[in-house]
């Protein structure tokens, strides 16, 4: 069951050897059904997660409207990391927009991975990779335009494009659906 996660390290850190048995015994599969929320925007994150099935998305809420920053699919990795390692209030939200299943690693876990041999460097690679992925973002938000960041999608993820509602994939881009929808239409009638 927890195969996709071993080949996540591997990938990461090759020569870290993870104790199954011991992962195994600490790390909980979680189903989070669509609409459901993984934690809350001021609820302390107590966790860290991999998504081992489906789709959830991070987002903020500012003046009563929703702003996407991520989605995460299969292989994954997600939650509050300053929430869980500072004990202080989520920042955003997390919420499943298909029925999913994230492996949860609270701190007992964490401890685990820490004192393993080779487990600090794991760590390090796990947040290396986070800060890659949250360095892209903000650049993506800086530099490119709404279009830009769908053509992105369209070449890097074209299957998260059938995943996702078109409200969150605007919300995720930075426009409105009205704004998305006259989007597709150029980008479409330029690929034709």
């Given at each position: 069951?927890h ?7 591997e ?16 790390v ?6 669509k ?17 081992l099935?489906?789709?959830l998305?991070?987002?903020v809420l ?8 991520f ?15 500072k004990h ?8 499943a ?19 393993a041999?080779?487990?600090q460097?794991l ?6 990779d ?26 890097n ?5 059938q ?25 479409y009638?330029?690929?034709s």
């Amino acid at each position: 069951m927890h195969e996709p996660f071993y080949a996540f390290v591997e990938r990461l850190l090759p020569e870290f050897k993870i104790d199954t048995k011991l992962v195994g015994s600490l790390v909980k599969s979680v189903k989070v059904r669509k609409g459901e929320f993984l934690f809350r925007e001021g609820d302390i994150c107590s966790f860290v997660a991999f998504t081992l099935q489906g789709c959830l998305r991070t987002f903020v809420l500012k003046n009563g409207k929703e702003y996407t920053l991520f989605f995460h699919t299969e292989h994954q990795t997600l939650g509050d990391y300053e929430s869980f390692q500072k004990h202080k209030p989520a920042c955003f939200s997390c919420q499943a927009i298909e029925n999913s299943e994230v492996l949860i690693f609270d701190r007992q876990a964490m401890t685990c991975f820490e004192e393993a041999p080779e487990g600090q460097k794991l760590l390090r690679a796990v947040a290396e990779d986070l800060a890659f992925m949250l360095r892209d973002k903000l650049l993506s938000l800086l530099l490119d335009t709404p279009e830009e960041r769908y053509l992105q999608l369209l070449e890097n993820e074209p299957q998260l494009l059938q995943r996702i509602p078109q409200y969150y994939l605007a919300s995720y881009l930075g426009i409105e659906p009205e704004s998305l929808s006259r989007l597709k239409r150029r980008v479409y009638q330029q690929r034709s």
